[in-house]
């Protein structure tokens, strides 16, 4: 049993913080809403609240963190009564959020002079993923460290994927959400297209499932869109968010991603239309009201 903490109990972070203390692990848990942390305690019969990371940091060897975006991430890390103040010398800081690839060489620079080590490791498999343990680590640091931690990711992940120097779990991360995004917005235009023109879409998802353009994520999603259930497993907003990211690297690295923007605004406008807060699967509804037509089995 290990003294971990775990910041962070949103749609993803609450299962995962749940798989530590179902592996035997004694996890001080902090969020913005303490009822998740109490409920989550409370129904496991394990794992405790802390009022602040500071005090999660003060318990724990290594501490996980899963929120939104680079300045939630700074702030419990760096900011007033945050894990660094906590912080013990030996202790690992593991950021499975999906933040601006920078960051990671940022915290381990600031990090170090205090003797704590930091790893970026996010991680990919949504909502199904995190509740089932089946996640998927790119972690980017020290490769010590992260034989270190690895016994305690696995109750979190079954592939765990080492991608060197600090920053580069991260730009993998990025790069796979780059591939999903544009397979949907590929999707969806396909899908509308065909549905206009007369194609049932089953029998069109079928014709792609026995294809070249055979997808996993297609076929995960298109059974969503197809029963208009749009309930959220990775929402707009946050795919939106790590849209930018990838532009904000590819400015950094003078790399053109023509695809890449055109996508961000249709996700843009699937925010503007109100369905920030549905599945990314929801996107497809801004290409139907355009086309006035509803892809649905």
């Not at 913005?32 to 802390?50: H, I, Q, R, T, W």
């Not at 532009?247 to 961000?264: F, H, I, K, Y």
Request: with cysteine; proline share 5%; hydrophobic share 45%.
């Amino acid at each position: 049993m290990a003294k971990l903490g775990f910041l962070g109990l949103g749609i993803m972070g609450y299962p995962m913080a749940r798989n530590l203390i179902r592996a035997g692990h004694d996890v001080a848990l902090w969020t913005n809403s303490p009822e998740k942390a109490k409920k989550l305690a409370a129904d496991e019969k394990s794992g405790f609240v802390c009022e602040t990371p500071k005090q999660v940091a003060e318990h724990a060897e290594c501490v996980f963190l899963c929120v939104g975006d680079t300045a939630m991430s700074e702030k419990v890390i760096l900011g007033e009564d945050g894990l660094l103040e906590g912080a013990k010398p030996g202790m690992v800081i593991v950021d499975a959020s999906t933040v601006a690839a920078s960051q990671s060489p940022k915290m381990r620079d600031l990090l170090a002079p205090k003797g704590v080590h930091f790893l970026d490791a996010p991680c990919t498999g949504s909502k199904p993923g995190a509740e089932g343990g089946t996640l998927t680590f790119m972690v980017g640091g020290d490769k010590e460290v992260f034989e270190k931690v690895k016994p305690w990711l696995e109750p979190m992940g079954k592939q765990l994927f080492y991608c060197g120097t600090h920053g580069m779990g991260m730009n993998a991360k990025l790069t796979q959400n780059l591939v999903l995004s544009n397979i949907l917005q590929a999707f969806n235009e396909g899908m509308v297209l065909a549905t206009k023109a007369g194609v049932e879409p089953k029998l069109m998802l079928e014709i792609l499932d026995k294809s070249a353009a055979k997808s996993g994520l297609i076929n995960f999603k298109a059974p969503f869109v197809f029963a208009r259930n749009f309930e959220t497993n990775f929402s707009v907003k946050w795919m939106h968010k790590d849209i930018g990211l990838m532009l904000e690297s590819a400015r950094e690295l003078g790399v053109p991603l023509p695809l890449t923007g055109l996508t961000q605004q249709m996700f843009r406008a699937a925010i503007a239309k109100g369905h920030g807060d549905e599945d990314i699967c929801s996107t497809i509804k801004v290409l139907e009201d355009w086309a006035g037509v509803e892809v649905k089995g």
